[in-house]
């Protein structure tokens, strides 16, 4: 499975963006697809998740009713539009495939098998 995140740049705070991440060679095993971001000097945060099959959502406290996460699966992409940034939106963000496990699991990074590149989301006051 390969994943290519692309979108990111430079905007002011309360402006929006939209991360795209393109997969390829997805299996059955690839269950649902999820949106992280490592800010400057802090740890990686989970911010949303999404299944491939019924498009259960799960979103990180801080961005709940601002950002929204979708697939277009005829296009095996998944999308996190981000509206009302804000300047601690700032980072590098990650989407990453994950099999499937209970939603205590959802947040955490080690159930996630492939990761993308990366794509830096920069917030300006």
């Known amino acids: 499975v390969q994943l290519q995140a692309s979108g990111g740049g430079l905007v002011q705070a309360g402006g929006s963006l939209r991360l795209s991440c393109a997969v390829s060679?997805?299996?059955?095993?690839?269950?649902?697809m999820g949106w992280f971001r490592r800010p400057p000097g802090k740890e990686r945060e989970f911010v949303a998740r999404?299944?491939?099959?019924?498009?259960?959502?799960d979103y990180g406290v801080s961005v709940k009713g601002r950002f929204t996460i979708s697939t277009d699966n005829a296009k095996n992409t998944v999308y996190l539009q981000m509206n009302s940034l804000k300047v601690d939106d700032t980072a590098v963000y990650y989407c990453a495939a994950s099999r499937a496990w209970p939603r205590s699991y959802w947040s955490d990074p080690r159930k996630y098998e492939y990761w993308g590149q990366g794509t830096l989301v920069t917030v300006s006051s």
């Open positions: 999404i299944t491939w099959t019924d498009g259960t959502i």
């Open positions: 060679g997805r299996t059955f095993e690839n269950h649902a």
